[in-house]
Nanobody
Framework: QVEVEESGGGLVQPGGSLKVSCQVS????????MGWFRQAPGKEREAVVC????????YYADSVKGRFYVSRDNTKNTVYLEMNKLKPDDTAVYYCGTRDRSDCPRDYSLRPEAYTNWGRGTQVTVSS
């Protein structure tokens, strides 16, 4: 059984930084790409980034380019999302998903249907 667990969310002031984590069990972690999505109240789930199996390729949504950075540690079955220069519009529940393959195809890997397992999310609130 695959389990995906996000952690590290919280309240941060505008302009601040936060790093969230996602740990996966129940599969061979370095066989799969991983993604981060987010969902704000009343809005659809939005892609943030996909990272391939080795961490050598990262595909970011335009809304977070230059502010958010993804990484993974395959020895710990964990993927990280470092968020900088946070804005109130970044407020959302952040979800981690496992890809159905090892890669991150352009455009397709920013769609929820490209992922097979999801965690319950971690809340990130940007407010003064």
């Amino acid at each position: 059984q695959v389990e995906v667990e996000e952690s590290g969310g919280g309240l941060v002031q505008p302009g601040g930084s936060l790093k969230v984590s996602c740990q996966v069990s129940g599969l061979t972690f370095d066989d799969y790409g991983m993604g981060w999505f987010r969902q704000a109240p009343g809005k659809e789930r939005e892609a943030v980034v996909c990272i391939n199996w080795s961490g050598t390729y990262k595909y970011y949504a335009d809304s977070v380019k230059g502010r958010f950075y993804v990484s993974r540690d395959n020895t710990k079955n964990t993927v990280y999302l470092e968020m900088n220069k946070l804005k109130p519009d970044d407020t959302a529940v952040y979800y981690c998903g496992t890809r159905d393959r090892s890669d991150c195809p352009r455009d397709y890997s920013l769609r929820p249907e490209a992922y097979t397992n999801w965690g319950r999310g971690t809340q990130v609130t940007v407010s003064s």
